[in-house]
């Protein structure tokens, strides 16, 4: 295997916020799985231009359902793309970071002592190529910085935005990103300096068809004339790639960046990708897909793949998802913590395959993603190692056989949105002690849980209204039923043969 095929990104999110007055903003951050390890690179950028001499900073790591798994406390950067920092959580799959300190190479020092998290900044405006003025604040700013957005004060935080759109605190009148000056800009962007050095390029240019006109009327040698003919052509040439290269690319990102503000992402997303290496148009085309992500699955961090990126999945129209656990064996995955993904190719995963992770013999923790609504039958059949399955918030149904023969599960909580438990669903596991099912469950099917000699006890959510045939076969340390709601609710269901453990259970009501 060579070494690219050990290396798998988990995430590569922008960190939007900055903390007020801080002279450094975090602007990326990407997590890695090389190897076996996790890793996190954090690239943060100086509010100014002074030298970091490094800084120090908080990270927390949340999991797929971005609830907090752990810190990293007091870890030490310097500015720019950080060297790799071990994550020491298996499960972190995004990450944070809060700045606490910050040296710089004079010796002076910021702290944020309360661990203020950082704010999201107001949109800052665009130029667009529609600006009468684009093409003079193109040319004035051709070698000094890209002039992609308008200049602007952070009112009440101390700081300025440059062009290039990188944060400034007002102490430094040179941005960190590109090293412009802010006397630069006020002067070289201001509307009236701008309007008259559009009229200048606009002189140059009618002065310039001035002097070729009067050529042509004193007549020219038939060499010249060539000449001229030829400088024509070229120059004929040059607009026509010109207009192909950049003025039409560029009026065709300007409608791609109006139609992913307006929600018509594929649109937008195909003609990102059809730009290629344009500006940044490859990265406005994840972005957009990102958000389309975002759009169609509700949530605000999603995690999603390709099955190109994670050969092991393939998805279905509607969004049924199946694992070829040999491809991720074969490719380094692990099975200590498994995340369901939230998109797969754009297709938001709706539901897990029949025999989804049948045999993985090594798997030891599942997270199932928000958006999975169906868990498909023997999904977890024989899988022996398999001790916790985290399932998201709107899974309805668990399919027959789920978990059969999962011998390391000692407890289990079926969530309220379940209203469909499958026939022997947890038949034969061994090791289970303790199930509490959800209001949504109303009867307990059959071979439900046969076989699980270690059961003491069930706690219900809601009444039950029957006991599928042998539910609770072989059971003999079963003794009591937990009941979470009032006594007056409770009637006898119909239990069917071969629940004698059921039948002498002691009912309790909590």
Known sequence: MSENETVKIISDRPQKEWIPGCPVQVRQIRIVRENDRLSAVVTSVPCGGFSVKNYTADIEFTGAKRQTVGTSEAVVFTAGESAPVSVPFDEAVYAYVTVRTVTLADGTAWTNESGTRGKILPEQDIYWQTDPLYNAIRVECSGVTEAKYRPDRLSGDGAWRCACGQVNLDSSGTCGACGCSLEWLDTHLDPAFLEERSREIADKTEKEAVKIKKKRESGVSDTTKMILIF?????????????????????????????????????????????????????????????????????????????????????????????????????????????????????????????????????????????????????????????????????????????????????????????????????????????????????????????????????????????????????????????????????EPAVSEGNEAFEAAEILFE
């Open 231 to 491: 400088a024509a052509l070229a120059l004929v040439i040059a607009l026509v790639v010109l207009t192909f290269t950049t003025f039409v690319p560029a009026a065709k990102y300007s409608k791609a960046v109006s139609l992913a503000e307006s929600g018509e992402f594929d649109e937008a997303i195909a003609i990102f990708t059809d730009l290629g290496d344009f500006r940044n148009a490859s990265a406005m085309a994840a972005d957009t897909n990102y958000k389309k992500a975002q759009f169609i699955t509700g949530l605000e961090e999603v995690n999603m793949t390709t099955s190109k990126k994670s050969p092991w999945f393939s998805i279905t129209a509607d969004g049924i998802l199946s694992f070829k656990k040999d491809e991720y064996e074969d490719r380094g995955g692990t099975w200590e913590h498994f995340i369901i993904p939230d998109v797969v190719d754009n297709v938001v995963v709706r539901e897990l395959d029949r025999n989804f992770f049948m045999n993985c013999k090594e798997l030891v923790a599942v997270t199932l993603s928000d958006c999975v609504e169906v868990v498909g039958e023997q999904c977890f059949y024989n899988c022996e190692r398999l001790e916790a399955v985290y399932f998201g918030k709107n899974v309805t149904t668990i399919l027959p056989r789920a978990f059969i023969n999962c011998y390391a599960l000692t407890e289990m909580e079926i969530p309220d949105t379940v209203t469909t438990l499958g026939l022997r669903a947890f038949n034969n596991c061994i090791k289970l002690n303790k199930v509490v099912l959800g209001s949504g469950i109303t009867e307990i099917g059959s071979y439900q849980f046969s076989l699980c000699v270690e059961l003491e006890r069930i706690t219900l959510k809601s009444p039950i209204t029957s006991v599928g045939e042998f539910a609770f076969s072989e059971c003999a340390k079963f003794r009591k039923v937990h009941c979470r709601f009032e006594e007056s609710a409770w009637t």
